[in-house]
């Protein structure tokens, strides 16, 4: 069965199901569906409702990526607030979209709880020193631009002078490293980064760029 006649099968009409298809490989369909369900507590309804009623279709490439790791704690949250521990019918508008789920997660802005570094060691994250012109540019693009790429003779040395420390990959590694202790020590969601060794680039999603803004600007006040 072919994408088109799937997305058909769910309801979808054939109009959107060509156009959903030819952005979508059906293998990556296939895996995110698979993994919608399971976030539904394995419940196929829910699963099929979220995508023929939301906007998930319509997404692409990083667009995805940030719609699931949103799902993902959304479902965990809905199942940890749940006597059965399940998702119902009712929560699936939570998943309609990157809005609805960023609402749910957030809440209302008067009860967001602030992120609180006064115990955070600094010293330990060099990718946090405002004193370091070189770690300011690189917290810098993570946060505008979600992204680094580096030269493959580039160094990020402690001292500042380029020729020493970590070089291309191997600086993104100790980035991804330094970033997924920082999330934990803070108590925040695990942040999305990936690594890209061939082309030396490492990328961060939208909840990671916004936590990170939040994080410099409190580091750096204290400056």
Same mark, same amino acid.
């Given at each position: 069965? /072919?994408?088109?006649? #799937?997305?058909?099968?769910?309801?979808? %009409?054939? %109009?959107?199901?060509?156009?959903?298809? !030819?952005?979508?490989?059906?293998?990556? *369909?296939?895996? /995110?569906?698979?993994?919608?369900?399971? #976030?539904?507590?394995?419940n196929f309804d829910i699963?099929?409702?979220?995508?023929?009623?939301?906007? #998930?279709?319509?997404?692409?490439?990083?667009?995805?990526?940030?719609?699931?790791r949103l799902a993902r704690v959304a479902s965990k949250r809905i199942i940890e607030g749940q006597r059965d521990h399940q998702v119902h019918r009712?929560?699936? !508008?939570?998943?309609y979209s990157l809005d609805s789920l960023k609402g749910y997660i957030d809440g209302p802005e008067s009860d967001r709880k602030e992120v609180d570094v006064s115990g955070l060691n600094v010293r330990l994250y060099r990718i946090l020193h405002a004193d370091h012109p070189?770690?300011?540019?690189?917290?810098?693009?993570?946060?505008?631009?979600?992204?680094? /790429? *580096?030269?493959?003779?580039?160094?990020? !040395?402690?001292?500042?002078d380029g020729k020493n420390g970590p070089r291309g990959s191997n600086i993104a590694i100790k980035i991804q490293i330094q970033l997924k202790s920082i999330f934990n020590e803070l108590g925040l969601? %695990?942040?999305?980064?990936?690594?890209?060794?061939?082309?030396?680039?490492?990328?961060?999603?939208?909840? /990671? !760029?916004?936590?990170?803004?939040e994080i410099r600007a409190k580091v750096y006040s204290d400056k």
């Open positions: 069965m /072919t994408l088109v006649e #799937l997305l058909k099968d769910f309801g979808i %009409e054939e %109009e959107r199901a060509e156009r959903v298809s !030819s952005n979508w490989p059906e293998k990556k *369909f296939d895996d /995110t569906f698979i993994e919608l369900e399971s #976030l539904a507590c394995g699963a099929s409702n979220i995508v023929v009623e939301g906007e #998930l279709l319509d997404y692409h490439n990083s667009q995805i990526d940030d719609y699931m009712v929560h699936a !508008s939570i998943f070189q770690s300011v540019i690189y917290l810098n693009e993570l946060i505008e631009d979600r992204g680094i /790429t *580096f030269g493959d003779h580039e160094h990020w !040395s402690k001292s500042g969601e %695990e942040p999305g980064v990936k690594v890209n060794f061939g082309q030396r680039i490492i990328n961060v999603d939208e909840y /990671t !760029s916004g936590m990170l803004k």
